[in-house]
């Protein structure tokens, strides 16, 4: 068995790091959080980029780190600093599991578009919590490339639950590592729950907000899965499939079509 504090985890920049402090206070300075951002230019081009991404793009292309945070808004740089964290560890992802970062940002698109459909409020914290949610296969394959790539090799052939795979080889799963990784993002202690048990049979009642989450989370990866096929992430996948899941949500079958279609298009034209 492998031991979680010995392995190498993604480190959030020292100007990251001021820049999740900025925006923990009730009030943040905003040309403080410029200038910091400013100092780290990994950062600041992730910042750009991601205030360009699918979710946020807008018929003007972002080319300023002032413009990114207009764009995106306060409560949206702290995914950006992630978004530049995923970054960093996707250049030592071996060659099949780059397919990872794709399904983490594109699980954010999508969670973000069906959370604004259904509660708007949401819709931010779910962008953030799609495109954190598989980290923990990005630093497990990170640190063991060889491993991990028979690992996914596995998965896709034989449709095998990854969790499974990873639990044979490793002692662990990924969702282990989520608490250790995230409290260094400062996220809320509700997020970490979620995001730390979310791969497992967890019993909440109807009603619970950590249930409409989950719920499109997994909506989230229906539709994915639908557009890309891969098996490797076959295991989100409950006994629900996307209709079911967005009627559960509240989401209407126009809605669901209209959210089907724009990632179709998104897909095709990245």
Not at 102 to 111: E, G, K, N, T, Y
Not at 166 to 192: C, V, Y
Not at 247 to 264: S, V
Request: aromatic share 4%; hydrophobic share 45%.
């Amino acid at each position: 068995m492998i031991a979680i504090n010995q392995l190498r985890l993604p480190a959030v920049s020292p100007d990251g790091m001021h820049a999740l402090e900025l925006l923990n206070q009730d009030e943040p300075d905003i040309r403080a959080l410029t200038e910091t951002i400013l100092r780290d230019s990994v950062l600041a081009l992730a910042l750009i980029k991601y205030a360009n991404s699918p979710l946020y793009r807008r018929g003007t292309p972002i080319d300023t780190v002032q413009g990114a945070i207009r764009v995106l808004g306060l409560r949206n740089i702290r995914s950006a600093v992630v978004f530049a964290t995923i970054r960093s560890m996707s250049d030592r992802l071996p060659g099949n599991c780059g397919i990872i970062t794709r399904h983490c940002v594109d699980c954010s698109f999508l969670a973000a578009r069906l959370a604004h459909s259904i509660q708007p409020q949401i819709g931010d914290e779910m962008a953030l919590l799609g495109l954190l949610h598989d980290m923990g296969m990005m630093i497990l394959a990170s640190n063991f490339p060889d491993i991990y790539t028979h690992i996914m090799d596995r998965s896709i052939a034989e449709g095998g639950n990854i969790g499974d795979l990873e639990e044979a080889e490793f002692g662990i799963r990924h969702d282990d590592i989520i608490d250790r990784l995230f409290k260094d993002f400062r996220l809320p202690d509700e997020q970490i729950t979620l995001l730390s048990s979310y791969h497992r049979e967890v019993c909440l009642p109807d009603g619970d907000p950590q249930l409409t989450r989950r719920m499109i989370l997994d909506l989230a990866h229906a539709l994915w899965i639908e557009q890309v096929g891969d098996q490797a992430f076959r295991e989100q996948l409950g006994a629900l499939g996307a209709d079911e899941i967005a009627a559960r949500l509240g989401i209407t079958a126009g809605g669901l079509k209209a959210i089907r279609d724009e990632y179709a298009a998104t897909s095709a034209s990245d």
